[in-house]
């Protein structure tokens, strides 16, 4: 199956899923001279009840926290998005080292780490649908940078004790995701896919211009994740990130000047 290494990596991909060379790839270089404000954008609107948060599991690509997702109690609106999206899940892509690890890139500047909060349109019946239309998701990325300890992530990477292989989940009540958010809410956007294979161009993107922080020593603790199963040889969960794919004519908006 797809990967991130040398034989099942990213340069791979289109051989089984030819949509990895198609018109809204991502992520992509956000060059921020090259935005067009948009004062019609709408701002953020993002309500998320904590006691949604359900499980977290290691899905052998990256980690993911899933969500109770059907009532409309953790929710997305607003920005460039008509309607409402449900949150489903939130992961992260992050680097063997603290140089390298975001998806997006600023200015070919890339960030240790990425945050991904995953929204489905809600006028489709379920996440799986939506991902098959062209506004069926809405995905919120969050730079992560170098410096102070965050200590809303501290309860996500304490849980990794108990998922350090592929395919380990564990019970994880009571997170509000709203505090995994940056004080500003100001976001590019542009149309694009979903990051990782099946890879389909059906996510509305919206990057956060601010980054929260993390620590070296919490990066290290994402790096103690491993990619392969219990008893498989040991392969850190490190470089899960696809590279930024050409623009291919897309317009990138801001909200802000
Ligand atoms: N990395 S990403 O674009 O946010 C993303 C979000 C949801 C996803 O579901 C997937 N397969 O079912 N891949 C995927 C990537
Ligand atoms: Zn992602």
Redesign the pocket.
């Known amino acids: 199956g797809w990967g991130y290494g040398p034989n099942n990596g990213p340069d791979t991909w289109s051989e089984e899923y030819p949509v990895a060379d198609g018109p809204r790839q ?1 992520p992509i270089n956000i060059i921020p001279k090259e935005a067009t404000f948009d004062p019609s954008l709408k701002p953020l609107k993002l309500t998320y009840d904590p006691s949604d948060a359900k499980s977290i599991l290691n899905n052998g690509h990256s980690f993911q926290v899933d969500f109770v997702d059907d009532t409309d109690s953790s929710t997305l609106s607003g920005g460039p998005i008509s309607g409402v999206y449900r949150l489903k899940q939130f992961h992260c892509h992050w680097g063997g080292s603290d140089e390298r690890g975001s998806e997006h890139t600023v200015n070919g500047v890339r960030f240790p780490c990425e945050l ?1 909060l ?1 929204h489905w349109n809600t006028k489709y019946p379920s996440f799986g649908d939506a991902a098959k239309e062209p506004d069926g998701l809405a ?1 919120v990325g969050v730079f992560l940078k170098i410096g102070a300890a965050n200590p809303s992530l501290q309860k996500v990477l304490d849980s990794f004790a108990s998922i350090k292989t592929k395919g380990k989940q564990t019970s994880f009540g009571q997170f509000d995701a709203k505090t995994l958010l940056p004080p500003s809410l100001e976001f590019w956007t542009y149309d694009g896919s ?3 294979p ?1 890879l389909l161009e059906s ?1 509305t993107w919206i990057v956060l211009k601010q980054a929260i922080s993390v620590s070296p020593a919490q990066m290290e603790k994402f790096r103690g994740l491993q990619f392969g199963a219990e008893g498989e040889s040991a392969c850190d969960m490190v470089d899960n990130f696809r590279p930024p794919q050409p623009l291919k004519g897309r317009l990138l908006r801001a909200n802000f000047k």
């Open positions: 991502s991904h995953v995905v979903l990051t990782t099946p996510v």
